[in-house]
């Protein structure tokens, strides 16, 4: 999975006109890239690692603040423009395997505490925001295993 977070004081997403899921901040934008390899158990510990996350003011997690999180699948995430000028998706997962794993993500972060704004799966979504900070970051499944490297100044 590929998470892209942006701290927000606002955001929403509408689909054919209608708002489907908003928040108010301080909160976080979660637009969610799911691949072939990924599982229920990586959706659980992605949505673990972003609800305790410290990016929000005063280096405080959504579940610090009870902030709200909003979720909207984002397969181009995973978009491929190494070749030609139009964007392979093969590495994305398909609608039928990413959704339930999508809905696992938006599951584990309510279990955690934090209260959950989505788009609608496979929809043509407006996304609006107002980026606080600005911070973004990206989370990728695959950094949850990769040992850090680095001491950052520490022996």
Known sequence: MKIVLQTVSRASVTVE???????SGPGLLALVGVTHHDTPGTAKKLAEKVAALRILPGEKSCVDLSAHVLAVSQFTLYADVRKGRRPSWSAAAP???????????VESLREAGVDVGTGVFG?????????????????DSDDLDRPRSGTHGRQ
């Open 17 to 23: 006109g209608s708002v489907t899921g908003e928040i």
């Open 95 to 105: 609608g039928d395997v990413s959704e339930p794993i999508f809905d696992q993500f």
């Open 123 to 139: 929809a043509r979504m407006q996304v609006e925001l107002i980026n606080d900070g600005p911070v973004t970051i990206i989370v």
